[in-house]
Nanobody, 119 residues
Framework: QVQLVESGGGLVQPGGSPRLSCAAS????????MGWYRQAPGKQRELVAL???????DYADSVKGRFTISRDNAKNTVGLQMNSLKPEDTAVYYC?????????????WGQGTQVTVSS
């Protein structure tokens, strides 16, 4: 199993710049990708940003130029720097990790962290 622990988020004013972090642990052989999804009330979960090992980051159009994803491969962590937040960024943000545990490849999800953008 892979355990994902998220931190960051909370109540942020419009235009704010919070940072989310996620740390993966467990019997991980290697990590193929880490990233972030979000789910707003009444909406489907959507990709925010994803970064594969050795690849370029992939962003949702709605966050391009405002959010930056980063990985620390040595620490099995992923971060999401969010800038110029808008009320429509309000959602529960979930960390995702695609990792190999021996011969098994798993997609694991964090418990989610609430980000509320409001004045």
């Amino acid at each position: 199993q892979v355990q994902l622990v998220e931190s960051g988020g909370g109540l942020v004013q419009p235009g704010g710049s919070p940072r989310l972090s996620c740390a993966a642990s467990g019997s991980i052989t290697s990590i193929y990708a880490m990233g972030w999804y979000r789910q707003a009330p009444g909406k489907q979960r959507e990709l925010v940003a994803l970064i594969a090992s050795g690849g370029r980051p992939d962003y949702a159009d709605s966050v391009k130029g405002r959010f930056t994803i980063s990985r620390d491969n040595a620490k099995n962590t992923v971060g999401l720097q969010m800038n110029s937040l808008k009320p429509e960024d309000t959602a529960v943000y979930y960390c995702i990790c695609t990792a190999a545990l021996g011969a098994t490849i798993l997609n694991s999800w964090g418990q989610g962290t609430q980000v509320t953008v409001s004045s």
